[in-house]
């Protein structure tokens, strides 16, 4: 069954430190999400991304976050500077078309940042 | 808040019963979904119930949507100790192409 790649499973940082984070949605889907999880908190919605261009984003998605589909495959979020309370489970997902509906989900990135 | 709340918050159980759990949610949807989590692990989908259905079943799951009062529930029959997980609820809204996830409930099965 296709799925969803993300990487690294893992990842420390210090505060202040740029990190991208890395995923590879299924080929033929066409929208791409990024949704995170605090410790012990409900996953929130960060921002979805079709057709190249961001579609929608949340409140969380400030000027510190970016995503980019730099190539055919990958799918990225980009954290310029961060914080301690960027620290939590990064999930990518993606969909073949909108309104919620056949979402897949990565397994998801565990930031950590001292 | 649109996200969905599910109650219990937790649940205890022992393996063999039945484990219910319910979600509701605050505005119009085009389908509710169901997704487990094992602790501090990725986020696997269950099953997805939509606005126009009423029950939908998968193996030991069975989703029921009641649009009028907005809410779901989520009933595991017969479980298993590997049943034990967090499970979320997340609708796909009128006029949105992201989810909105409730607050989830830990479900622990006792073997």
């Known amino acids: 069954e296709p799925e969803v790649t993300q990487t690294p499973s893992h990842q420390v940082t210090q505060m202040g430190q740029e990190v991208i984070l890395r995923c590879v949605p299924i080929?033929?889907?066409?929208?791409f999400y990024w949704y995170r999880q605090i410790l012990g908190q409900k996953v929130e919605f960060l921002v979805s991304?079709?057709?190249?261009?961001?579609?929608?984003k949340s409140e969380i998605f400030d000027d510190q976050f970016s995503v980019e589909r730099p190539d055919g495959s990958n799918f990225t979020l980009k954290i310029r500077s961060t914080k301690l309370e960027d620290s939590a489970m990064y999930f990518c997902?993606?969909?073949?078309?909108?309104?919620?509906?056949?979402?897949?989900f990565g397994s998801g990135t565990r930031l950590t940042v001292v | 808040s649109q996200q969905g709340e599910e109650d219990p918050q937790a649940l205890s159980i022992q393996e063999g019963e039945n484990a219910t759990m319910n979600c509701s949610y605050k505005?119009?949807?085009?389908?509710l979904q169901w997704y487990r989590q094992n602790s501090g692990r990725g986020l696997v989908h269950l099953i997805l119930i939509r606005s126009n259905e009423r029950e939908k079943h998968s193996g030991r799951l069975r989703v029921t949507l009641d649009t009028s009062k907005k809410s779901s529930s989520l009933l595991i029959t017969a479980s298993r100790a590997a049943d034990t997980a967090s499970y979320f609820c997340?609708?796909?809204?009128?006029?949105?192409?992201?989810?909105?996830f409730g607050t989830g409930t830990r479900l622990t099965v006792i073997p």
């Open positions: 997902a993606s969909s073949v078309i909108d309104r919620g509906d056949g979402y897949t």
């Open positions: 997340a609708t796909g809204q009128t006029g949105a192409n992201n989810l909105f």
């Open positions: 080929s033929n889907h066409l929208y």
């Open positions: 991304f079709y057709n190249n261009e961001i579609s929608e």
């Open positions: 505005t119009s949807i085009n389908n």
